[in-house]
């Protein structure tokens, strides 16, 4: 059994079927390492902070920790804090001429919602951009990304971003981004 709990006193459990015997001491490495990796730690960060792990094992033990690594991270997905909210993609079809490749690939990328967290999962109050080979996953080498965090400094709530080519207009996005998080950010912090 796994049991995530968050700092904000969620609680998640889930059952996992592992497919041979583990020793006692298996099972109490494993928890160390994943308590090392994500204490202190936003759930958004969480495919990140525990992908070094599976490494540490032998080929015959790691498709056990990856059923539970994948198991830890969909319920970092599922905490009802780190919700995604995808708008706009088919915007991405009319400026299909501007991508290098196909759009096959980014749109497959931002299905993936631990590719979409760990893209706005760093986000901070000030606009973070990525150009190109920028981009932490291959399939989005051929667009662009600007973010920002909105929240206060001290609790960030959320993130919020824009995905495009790499030939966007980047003082304009930039700028949107910014006044929709702050909007956002005030709306939720005030009710204004």
């Known amino acids: 059994m796994i049991v995530l709990i968050t700092d904000a006193g969620g609680i998640e459990q889930r059952v996992v079927e592992l497919t041979q015997d583990v020793s006692e001491n298996f099972l109490h490495t494993l928890r160390t390492q994943f308590n090392s990796a994500m204490m202190g730690h936003r759930l958004p960060e969480v495919a990140d902070r525990i992908s070094g792990i599976l490494e540490s094992y032998s080929l015959r033990e790691r498709k056990d920790v990856a059923i539970v690594m ?3 991270i969909e ?4 905490r009802h804090e780190e919700k995604i909210v995808l708008a706009g993609t088919a915007n991405l079809a009319r400026f299909q001429e501007d991508f290098s490749t196909t759009m096959h690939p980014v749109l497959e990328a931002l299905e993936e919602q631990v590719v979409l967290l760990k893209l706005l999962g760093d986000a901070s109050q ?3 951009v990525r ?8 399939n989005l080498r051929t667009t662009s990304l600007i973010a920002v965090g ?6 960030p709530l ?6 495009g080519p790499t030939r966007m207009d980047y003082a304009g996005s930039m700028a949107a981004v910014s006044a929709v998080a702050r909007y956002v950010g005030r709306f939720i912090n005030e009710g204004v």
């Open 70 to 72: 994948s198991s830890v």
């Open 75 to 78: 319920m970092a997905m599922d």
């Open 126 to 128: 000030s606009v973070k």
């Open 131 to 138: 150009i190109g080979n920028e981009q932490s996953d291959k």
């Open 150 to 155: 909105y929240g206060s400094e001290d609790v």
């Open 158 to 163: 959320g993130a919020l971003g824009v995905i």
